[in-house]
T-cell receptor, first 111, second 114 residues
Framework: KQEVTQIPAALSVPEGENLVLNCSFT??????LQWFRQDPGKGLTSLLL?????REQTSGRLNASLDKSSGRSTLYIAASQPGDSATYLC??????????FGTGTRLQVFP | EAGVTQFPSHSVIEKGQTVTLRCDPI?????LYWYRRVMGKEIKFLLH????????ESGMPNNRFLAERTGGTYSTLKVQPAELEDSGVYFC????????????FGPGTRLLVL
């Protein structure tokens, strides 16, 4: 049974720092991995989608990497800003279409 | 293009009552998913529609939950009768095709059963 873990559970940093959020999964037979952002009381916003054949994806200040063989993904946030404060979720997709989520990393970036 | 919408945004009901949640996917998206997050837990899959057909309902917790998608457009999720442990946030997502595509999520319905 696939299990997805995110470390750390919470993170508080000053503005301007570069950050690394970690996601690990127990079964490497995945189709893709998706990183989401959730603001308080809001839905999920898709940030990056990495296919199983890819190693990384970039969007602006965000870079996500995937190492399927070791069951790991990292989300790198460059030059963090207060507006980046949110909960970040990773989710893997297996043979069926369902996503299996981690519990998230709650990020706070203070000025 | 409008995103995934869900109604209501919040619902407070008493144990034993019935609640119906609605999801309108992005226009043209054949795939519709329901997920939920109960207090302190991760988001978990409930079921997946392809058009009006249930493709995978392996995540439905029990027979108090009934999902429908008549005509392959919007979907409803009915909980009858509601129990305390059903409290949480119910998310709907949609995608145009299966497989490798991004799933787009709605804002969720926050359900509280008293």
């Amino acid at each position: 049974k696939q299990e997805v873990t995110q470390i750390p559970a919470a993170l508080s940093v000053p503005e301007g720092e570069n950050l690394v959020l970690n996601c690990s999964f127990t079964d490497s037979a995945i189709y893709n991995l998706q990183w989401f952002r959730q603001d308080p009381g809001k839905g999920l916003t898709s940030l990056l989608l990495i296919q199983s054949s890819q190693r990384e994806q970039t969007s602006g200040r965000l870079n996500a990497s995937l190492d399927k063989s070791s069951g790991r993904s990292t989300l790198y946030i460059a030059a963090s800003q207060p507006g980046d404060s949110a909960t970040y979720l990773c989710a893997v997709r297996e043979g069926t279409d369902k996503l299996i989520f981690g519990t998230g990393t709650r990020l706070q970036v203070f000025p | 293009e409008a995103g995934v919408t869900q109604f209501p945004s919040h619902s407070v009901i008493e144990k034993g009552q019935t609640v119906t949640l609605r999801c309108d996917p992005i226009s043209g998206h054949d795939n519709l998913y329901w997920y939920r997050r109960v207090m302190g837990k991760e988001i978990k899959f409930l079921l997946h529609f392809v058009k009006e057909s249930k493709q995978d309902e392996s995540g439905m917790p029990n027979n108090r939950f009934l999902a429908e998608r008549t005509g392959g457009t919007y979907s409803t999720l009915k909980v009858q009768p509601a129990e305390l442990e059903d409290s949480g946030v119910y998310f709907c997502a949609s995608s145009r095709n299966r497989g490798q595509e991004t799933q787009y999520f709605g804002p969720g319905t926050r359900l509280l059963v008293l």
